[in-house]
T-cell receptor
Framework: QKEVEQDPGPLSVPEGAIVSLNCTYS??????FMWYRQYSRKGPELLMYTYSSGNKEDGRFTAQVDKSSKYISLFIRDSQPSDSATYLCAMKSRNTGFQKLVFGTGTRLLVSP | DGGITQSPKYLFRKEGQNVTLSCEQN?????MYWYRQDPGQGLRLIYY???????QKGDIAEGYSVSREKKESFPLTVTSAQKNPTAFYLCASSFLREETQYFGPGTRLLVL
């Protein structure tokens, strides 16, 4: 079983829809959670960063962490064709010393005009 | 203009050849990382370095080598021992006490 599970998609939605992207994880030690957006043939771009549980909002994006369920989500409101990309979740534990980022495989999102 | 640069954008390797991928950052980050991305798989850590002249193996270091002679630079060499080198290679960097990493634009390596 992978440490981080993410549906690869593609997830196809019409412009203006609310999009929900999700990751589940198995390591209860994860404390830091990130979402990256990756356009085709480009490097990942950091979108959201949250620590522990709760919600964080930034413009049209909301990141949600539910540690009791080991489940994180990224919501995109009023989705635009420019949001079409692959979204990667990443997480990291809090232990001392070097802790690597563990990535999901990414969900491909297609927003049609 | 701060950021992470990787070159070349595309690289072709012949059988038995070593090739070197460049990564430079001007963000004053302490730590630098190399990842490999394959279709359907998450990013996998090849090597990382937290300080100049020191680096550690990641999960898939076999067939790769690195150096960290300057804080700004972390080149990756794909040796002939790496039997399946075709992939998208991503360099990242971060401050030591921050959890987030920032990525370069990537280098796509293809085998001729």
């Amino acid at each position: 079983q992978k440490e981080v599970e993410q549906d690869p998609g593609p997830l196809s939605v019409p412009e203006g829809a609310i999009v929900s992207l999700n990751c589940t994880y198995s390591n209860s030690a994860f404390q830091y959670f990130m979402w990256y957006r990756q356009y085709s043939r480009k490097g990942p771009e950091l979108l959201m960063y949250t620590y522990s549980s709760g919600n964080k909002e930034d413009g049209r994006f909301t990141a949600q962490v539910d540690k009791s369920s080991k489940y994180i989500s990224l919501f995109i409101r009023d989705s635009q064709p420019s949001d079409s990309a692959t979204y990667l979740c990443a997480m990291k534990s809090r232990n001392t010393g070097f802790q690597k980022l563990v990535f999901g495989t990414g969900t491909r999102l297609l927003v049609s005009p | 203009d701060g950021g992470i640069t990787q070159s070349p954008k595309y690289l072709f390797r012949k059988e038995g050849q070593n090739v070197t991928l460049s990564c430079e950052q001007n963000l004053n980050h302490d730590a630098m990382y190399w990842y490999r991305q394959d279709p359907g798989q998450g990013l996998r850590l090849i090597y990382y370095s937290q300080i100049v002249n020191d680096f550690q193996k990641g999960d898939i270091a076999e067939g790769y080598s690195v150096s960290r002679e300057k804080k700004e630079s972390f080149p990756l060499t794909v040796t002939s021992a790496q039997k399946n080198p075709t992939a998208f290679y991503l360099c990242a960097s971060s401050f030591l006490r921050e959890e987030t990493q920032y990525f370069g634009p990537g280098t796509r390596l293809l085998v001729l």
